[in-house]
């Protein structure tokens, strides 16, 4: 994924965090909450530019990086996605034995 206003830091442990990129903030988290975060920073006067526009200054390179990123975040989620149906299916038939049980 692309955001101009958010950084990967790697942090001395090997671990990561991302925060905010914007002037003097240190607001850290997941890109979650430092997606939420940014909300503090809004200015309506000065509206963001397309994201055409900022993956047109890309290269070639660049590109194909984000479009990997993007296939290993799709796998990553179809694979949770299998495994959470999964479970759901077994609690579903944990708890119909336990009704029938009692």
Request: hydrophobic share 35%; glycine share 4%; aromatic share 4%.
């Amino acid at each position: 994924m692309y955001f101009t206003r958010i950084a990967e830091l790697l942090l001395d442990d090997g671990s990561t965090v991302h925060g905010c990129k914007v002037t003097d903030c240190t607001f850290t988290g997941s890109v979650g909450e430092v997606r939420a975060h940014l909300a503090a920073h809004k200015d309506t006067s000065d509206p963001a530019p397309p994201a055409r526009s900022q993956l047109l200054g890309l290269t070639t390179a660049q590109l194909l990086e984000k479009a990997a990123a993007a296939d290993r975040i799709t796998k990553d989620r179809d694979r949770w996605k299998s495994r959470a149906l999964t479970a759901e299916r077994k609690l579903k038939s944990i708890h119909h034995a336990l009704r029938s049980a009692t």
